[in-house]
């Protein structure tokens, strides 16, 4: 079974005709995103804001009608990945280098829906290295500031040079120490001249999409608890 393939495409189930759907980035997500293809070619009827250069290549590949964000009132559903998901529904995001946009177009979306495998489901967040947007400008002294906060730093690399992001800038790849304040986290690194946006996704998804591998691997929808 194509664990991705399935909650992928479950996402489908949320898309309605003359839709503005924001399409995330990322190796689950790519099945929604050919999915929907296949239904714009069936007659649906919707348009979609690309979350980075790679997923406007896909979607323009697949037939799915593209409009900028800055051209739309508001998004209705936006779709995407994540690299965890703790039991309540926040993530951490970013693996593939587009969280800034990630996270204007999730928080843009009237809803916010989360499409993962279950290997993503965490119990707290922080195994996988927090992603930090960063200016190339003044690199170490914003390394600097960062790792006052108590993180680890590493710059992440493509081929030898700095990864570089749609937006231009670099990604530091942070751990931070165990029973550390998140909210506070979030607040206090994008405080830090220098730091573009991070990859906490906090009380930012409305619906996660996985599998349950204890029953057969059927589809599970968890929905944030607003209260």
Do not use: W
């Not at 051209?71 to 993530?91: F, H, M, S, Y």
């Not at 003044?138 to 390394?143: E, H, N, P």
């Amino acid at each position: 079974m194509n664990e991705k393939k399935a909650v992928g495409e479950k996402a489908i189930e949320y898309i309605e005709d003359g839709m503005v759907v924001g399409l995330g980035t990322g190796s689950t997500v790519f099945y929604t995103i050919s999915k929907l293809g296949e239904c714009v070619k069936s007659g649906l009827s919707i348009q979609g804001v690309p979350t980075s250069k790679q997923t406007e290549k896909l979607a323009t590949k697949v037939g799915i009608p593209l409009i900028s964000l800055n051209r739309v009132e508001q998004i209705d559903v936006a779709i995407d990945g994540a690299d965890e998901v703790d039991p309540d529904l926040n993530l951490i995001k970013g693996g593939g280098g587009a969280l800034l946009r990630e996270k204007i177009i999730a928080t843009a979306a009237e809803t916010f829906i989360v499409v993962a495998d279950p290997e993503k489901n965490v119990e707290k967040l922080g195994s996988f290295p927090l992603p930090v947007e960063v200016l190339p400008f003044g690199l170490k002294m914003t390394q600097k500031k960062i790792q006052e906060l108590g993180l680890t730093t590493q710059l992440r690399q493509m081929q030898g040079t700095p990864f570089q992001t749609d937006n231009g800038h670099y990604i530091l790849d942070c751990h931070f120490p165990d029973r550390t304040n998140l909210k506070e986290l979030e607040r206090e690194l994008n405080l830090i001249p220098g730091v573009i946006e991070n990859g906490l996704f906090l009380g930012t998804a409305d619906k996660y999409i996985t599998l349950d591998r204890d029953n057969n691997n059927s589809i599970v929808i968890r929905q944030r608890n607003n209260g």
